[in-house]
């Protein structure tokens, strides 16, 4: 199940382990990625907290959590090659895994549908 912020982060969540990243329509607003920051592993991010950088060839962007939890997995190959996240951004191109703090808080963000329609 896939859930979405406004701020165009997309979570997948697996338990209480939710995989984020940045959605398709937002690399193409960003363009090419040529730079990723991620956070430190253990990191405790609020929601709304800037959790990560990404920079494209037109402009640098937040990367913000999208619910609060602690930092446990980091994507290194999106540092190592930023081209991963326009070739895959739902998919390799994931930025970061956070142990939510509370996982039915996910509720709280809009399905695919929803995305849709903000993004029309």
Same mark, same amino acid.
């Given at each position: 199940?896939?859930?979405? *912020? #406004?701020?165009?982060?997309?979570? %997948?969540?697996?338990? @209480? /382990?939710?995989?984020?990243?940045?959605?398709?329509?937002?690399?193409?607003?960003?363009?090419?990625?040529?730079?990723?920051?991620?956070?430190?592993? &253990?990191?405790?991010?609020?929601? &709304?907290? $800037?959790?990560?950088?990404?920079? $494209?060839?037109?402009?640098? $962007? @937040?990367?913000?959590?999208?619910?609060?939890? #602690?930092?446990?997995?980091?994507?290194?190959? /999106?540092?190592?090659?930023?081209?991963?996240?326009?070739? @895959?951004?739902? &998919?390799?191109?994931?930025?970061? %895994?956070?142990?939510?703090? @509370?996982? %039915?808080?996910?509720?709280?963000?809009?399905?695919?549908?929803?995305?849709?329609?903000? *993004?029309?």
């Amino acid at each position: 199940m896939l859930k979405y *912020t #406004e701020e165009h982060e997309w979570l %997948k969540l697996d338990g @209480d /382990i939710a995989t984020v990243g940045i959605t398709q329509h937002a690399t193409e607003l960003l363009g090419d990625v040529v730079f990723v920051q991620l956070p430190d592993i &253990g990191a405790k991010l609020a929601k &709304g907290d $800037s959790a990560a950088v990404v920079e $494209s060839v037109k402009a640098a $962007s @937040d990367v913000f959590a999208p619910l609060a939890g #602690e930092v446990i997995g980091l994507n290194h190959a /999106i540092v190592e090659d930023p081209a991963i996240v326009n070739l @895959d951004p739902q &998919g390799a191109g994931w930025f970061f %895994k956070l142990r939510l703090e @509370d996982p %039915k808080a996910i509720d709280g963000l809009m399905d695919e549908a929803a995305y849709k329609k903000l *993004t029309e």
